[in-house]
Antibody, heavy 121, light 107 residues
């Protein structure tokens, strides 16, 4: 059974930093790109970042490029999202998601339960 | 970026109804279109990929169609567990983009 378990969310002041983790199990982790999707309060879903299976290729939404860094440790089956220079509009639930097939251009068939990030003074 | 729109933004339906949600892309995405269901306080649940293919375990009451720029999600025999918000998503081009959602509630 595929499981994705996010952690690391919390309350942080504007300009602060936070690192999210997503621990994966139940599938061959290094074969799959992994993605972070966020959802602001009362808002829809927004793609944030994707990292390739090998970790050597990364993609970012314009709104986070230069501030967020996605990475993965395939020996630990974990993907990370390091978030710097946080802003109030980064507030929301952050989900990690697994695509239904190997490669980047696939939609998701599994989601974590999400971790809440609140940016406020 | 490819913009995704959905209509209606909300709809009220009764148990047993058949409903259809439309999703449009601002440019052609072939069939790189997914549908998700989300209930309040829960993570999204994946329903369909490639416009019309059901994910494992998703009941056949859900169906999708379309290609290019216009797509539909149809749900037959609506049940209480089907109420929630439905999102479409294009994954042909990065950044992946989602529609704004269609909220289905009980009439």
């Amino acid at each position: 059974e595929v499981q994705l378990l996010e952690s690391g969310g919390g309350l942080v002041q504007p300009g602060g930093s936070l690192t999210l983790s997503c621990a994966a199990s139940g599938f061959t982790f290094y074969n799959f790109a992994m993605t972070w999707v966020r959802q602001g309060p009362g808002e829809g879903l927004q793609w944030v970042s994707t990292v390739s299976g090998g970790g050597d290729t990364t993609f970012y939404a314009d709104s986070v490029r230069g501030r967020f860094t996605v990475s993965r440790d395939n020996s630990m089956n974990t993907v990370y999202l390091q978030m710097n220079s946080l802003r109030a509009d980064d507030t929301g639930i952050y989900y990690c998601a697994k695509p239904y097939a190997s490669g980047t251009y696939y939609s998701f068939n599994h989601w974590g339960q999400g971790t809440l990030v609140s940016v406020s003074s | 970026d490819i913009q995704m729109t959905q209509s209606p933004s909300s709809l009220s339906a009764s148990v047993g109804d058949r409903i259809t949600i439309t999703c449009r892309a601002s440019q052609g995405i072939i069939d790189y279109l997914a549908w998700y269901q989300q209930k309040p306080g829960k993570a999204p649940k994946s329903l369909l990929f490639a416009a019309s293919d059901l994910h494992s375990g998703v009941p056949s009451k859900f169906s999708g169609s379309g290609s290019g720029t216009e797509f539909t999600l149809t749900i037959t025999n609506l049940q209480p567990e089907d109420f929630g918000t439905y999102y479409c998503q294009q994954y042909k081009t990065l950044p992946f983009t989602f529609g704004p959602g269609t909220t289905v509630d009980l009439k």
